[in-house]
């Protein structure tokens, strides 16, 4: 397996663009995991799936932020309107289900919003 | 919020172990320690797990005290290329809080 695979890895984008974050997880994992890093606020959990349903989405900071994942293959992070405090490397991580599991992680997307 | 507490950072020279410490005075019986470390700009990177028995790999190795407030970290022989930011987390299931970590600097 290629492990997690994000796209694209390098986005710049202009304040009040649409942008989309793609993520493909390992085969046959039943989590997905959006991470935000920031220099500032180190990694964020944003918003988690198991088996394609959002469980926990507490950590999305705002409306402008949707995450859908409508296969077990495929997810999607969308920030609409963006803003410059968007700026973040984001990472998607996948795993099986267990009490004890180990999270794999994608290179991640390095969002530059100006 | 974090449950564990990390030195900032520390240096260790190349060859030599690196022993990084964690406490976790809180910790739950059912929770595990993780380890995870995240080398310059790439995604964090699995290193181990352990629940109340010390645990090797061919990463690491993970002692964990018996009261279980605190574990450490042990990379045998240090390289230059385990240079990195090393995070500790304690978890049941699959909700990893990351805390802000031990930079870890690896010296020649």
């Known amino acids: 397996d290629a492990g997690v695979i994000q796209s694209p890895r390098h986005e710049v984008t202009e304040m009040g663009q649409e942008v989309t974050l793609r993520c493909k997880p390992i085969?046959?994992?039943?989590?997905l995991f959006w991470y935000r890093q920031t220099m500032m606020r180190g990694l964020e959990l944003l918003i988690y799936?198991?088996?394609?349903?959002?469980?926990?989405d507490s950590g999305m900071p705002e409306d402008r932020f949707s995450a859908k994942m409508p296969n077990a293959s495929f997810s999607t992070l969308k920030i609409q309107p963006s803003e410059p405090r968007d700026s973040a490397v984001y990472f998607c991580?996948?795993?099986?289900?267990?009490?004890?599991?180990?999270?794999?992680f994608g290179q991640g997307t390095r969002l530059t919003v100006v | 919020d974090a449950k564990t507490t990390q030195p900032t950072s520390m240096d260790c020279a190349e060859g030599r172990a690196a022993n990084l410490p964690c406490n976790h005075s809180?910790?739950?019986?059912?929770?595990?320690v993780y380890w995870y470390r995240q080398i310059h700009s790439q995604g964090p990177q699995y290193i181990i797990h352990?629940?109340?028995n010390n645990e090797t790999n061919e990463m690491a190795s993970l002692i964990i005290t018996e009261d279980r407030k605190s574990s450490t970290l042990i990379l045998p022989h240090a390289t230059l290329r385990d240079t990195a930011v090393y995070y500790c987390?304690?978890?049941?299931?699959?909700?990893?809080?990351f805390g802000p970590g031990t930079r870890l600097s690896v010296l020649p």
């Open positions: 991580a996948s795993s099986f289900w267990g009490a004890q599991t180990e999270a794999f």
């Open positions: 085969s046959g994992h039943d989590y």
């Open positions: 799936f198991n088996n394609n349903v959002p469980i926990d």
């Open positions: 809180t910790i739950s019986g059912n929770e595990y």
């Open positions: 352990g629940l109340k």
């Open positions: 987390i304690v978890s049941f299931g699959q909700n990893f809080v």
